[in-house]
């Protein structure tokens, strides 16, 4: 089992900055991908962004391409604690959304899917004023 706990989210203006952090638990939790979703209200939960369990590769979704920016840390010796960061730039309020952590399971090199994410954060809300 993984358990993720995410921090960070606020309140900013447009143009600025934030970074979230997402505290991912679990004797197996190098085998997951990771990655960020946000839902809007009134809007389906959308995949930001994906890093591979290696690091090595990372998806975006077309409209934070450029000003988002996944990484990921093995933060503890027994690789069973990751933590994986959203650094976001030139924020549009339109990127305002709940954010939330994910975990999947599966090896293939591709975003992670709403349907194929196996755990859940319990979100941070991002708000953007313009």
């Known amino acids: 089992q993984v358990q993720l706990v995410e921090s960070g989210g606020g309140l900013v203006q447009a143009g600025g900055s934030l970074r979230l952090s997402c505290t991912a638990s679990?004797?197996?939790?190098?085998?997951?991908?990771l990655g960020w979703f946000r839902q809007a209200p009134g809007k389906e939960r959308e995949s930001v962004a994906t890093?591979?369990?290696?690091?090595?590769?990372?998806?975006?979704?077309?409209?934070v391409r450029g000003r988002f920016t996944v990484s990921r840390d093995n933060i503890s010796r027994d690789n069973a604690k990751n933590t994986v960061y959203l650094q976001m730039n030139s924020l549009k309020p339109e990127d305002t959304a709940v954010y939330y952590c994910a975990a999947d399971r599966s090896i293939t090199a591709q975003a992670m899917g709403v349907y194929g994410v196996d755990y859940w954060g319990k979100g941070t809300l991002v708000t953007v004023s313009s």
């Open positions: 679990g004797r197996t939790v190098s085998l997951y991908k």
């Open positions: 890093i591979t369990r290696d690091g090595e590769s990372t998806f975006y979704t077309d409209s």
